[in-house]
Structure formats: structure tokens, C-alpha cells
């Protein structure tokens, strides 16, 4: 069963993604100097609107910490911040970043569109949809570029979701709630690549 057609997701200028990653930069070194930090005004209105986003660091190939807001009113740009500063510091799964390691993480931004649930019987476009699946208070996300770089097809990319939100791995099909979503994912890297 095919997926409906996608959510607009925010129309982000190159101004506006080298903007995001110039604001994610500036809040992870303002945290790592143990400063505060709020997004500059006057910034591209997209940025300036509500949205949804995920920070991801990555030491060469490696991931160096990812954390996201899905549903905020928040204004992209400080949900940028915010989540840029936790990602250097406060993902679980790997220690604070170092001030020195700052010059060598490449900052990648996912902004992400609507969640919408997944039909019955569908499954999610590997590198086209990121899944969220959710039950009894708990939830996983993974983000659509996840099943790429893994090798994942749509049905692997839902049992790791219900993995990663604590559930059984075929959760997904006995009552959790399955959502999808696109984004928009732009990098330092990327940047500097055009």
C-alpha cells in the first residue's frame, strides 16, 4: 500500500539551513564555555516560524550524539539551538563533547515535517520516511536517512523503532502506534561540498 503524498516541509533557503547550522555551532560553543545562548533576530522567517528539527554530530563516520524535538511551538531556530546544545552534551549514549572536538564534529540538521499515522497494511520508504512508533508512554524515532546509511528496508526500519522505543520488535503491528514523517537534512559537510 502506497503512502499519501507528503506534508509540505518548510521551504529552507541555503540562507536559512547555513543560518541553522551557524546557530547550532554558536549554542554548542556557548555551552561548552558554560554561556547561554539565544538565536540572533532578524534571521530568514523560516527559521523564525515553528518547527520540528533533530541535531546530529558526527565525528568523521561516526555519531557523536543526535537528540530532537518533534512537536514543539517553539520557533526552528531555538529548537536548533536547544537541541544542538544537548546533543553535545547531554545525549546518554556518549560522553559531553570536549571543547577541543568542537573543530572536528560536522553539525547535520533534520527539520522535520508533519507526523502522520502509518495506514494499515503500509509500510515507510526507506531514506524517504522517518518513523515514529508509540505505546503505554513509550517512543521511538529514528530519523529517515537512518535506514540508507543502515541498510534497512521499511519493515526493519519499524522494528527498530519499536527496539529503540523499548517495545517488542513487531510491536508496530499489534496495537503501538506507527506514525511517518519526511525532513529536510542538511549538513556542515554538505554545505561546504557546493
Known amino acids: ?3 499519501n503524498a507528503p506534508d509540505p516541509l518548510p521551504n529552507l533557503s541555503r540562507e536559512a539551513q547555513e543560518v541553522l547550522l551557524c546557530v547550532a555551532r554558536a ?16 534571521l530568514p522567517p523560516p527559521c523564525e516560524q515553528p518547527g520540528a528539527a533533530f541535531v546530529s554530530l558526527h565525528a568523521g563516520s561516526d555519531l557523536r550524539g543526535c537528540i530532537g524535538m518533534v512537536r514543539t511551538p517553539a520557533p526552528l531556530a531555538s529548537v536548533v539551538a536547544h537541541c544542538a546544545r544537548a546533543a553535545a552534551l547531554e545525549d546518554p549514549r556518549f560522553p559531553p563533547l570536549g571543547a577541543e572536538e568542537l573543530v572536528r564534529v560536522d553539525i547535520e540538521i533534520s527539520v522535520l515535517g508533519q507526523t502522520r499515522p502509518l495506514p494499515p497494511g503500509a509500510l515507510p520508504r526507506p531514506g524517504v520516511d522517518g518513523v515514529v ?10 530519523l529517515p536517512q537512518v535506514a540508507t546509511e543502515q541498510g534497512w528496508d521499511g519493515k526493519r526500519l519499524l522494528e527498530e523503532a ?5 517495545l517488542e520488535r513487531e510491536a508496530w503491528a499489534h496495537g ?5 514523517f519526511q525532513a529536510s537534512v542538511f549538513s556542515e559537510e554538505s554545505s561546504r561540498s557546493t
Do not use: D, F, N, T
Open 162 to 166: 519499536c527496539v529503540k522505543a523499548g
Open 1 to 3: 500500500m502506497e503512502i
Open 27 to 42: 549554542s554548542i560553543a556557548a555551552a561548552l564555555r558554560g554561556e547561554g545562548y539565544a538565536p540572533p533576530e532578524g
Open 133 to 142: 512508533v508509540s505505546w503505554s508512554g513509550r517512543q521511538g524515532l529514528l
Open 176 to 180: 503501538a502506534r506507527a506514525e511517518v
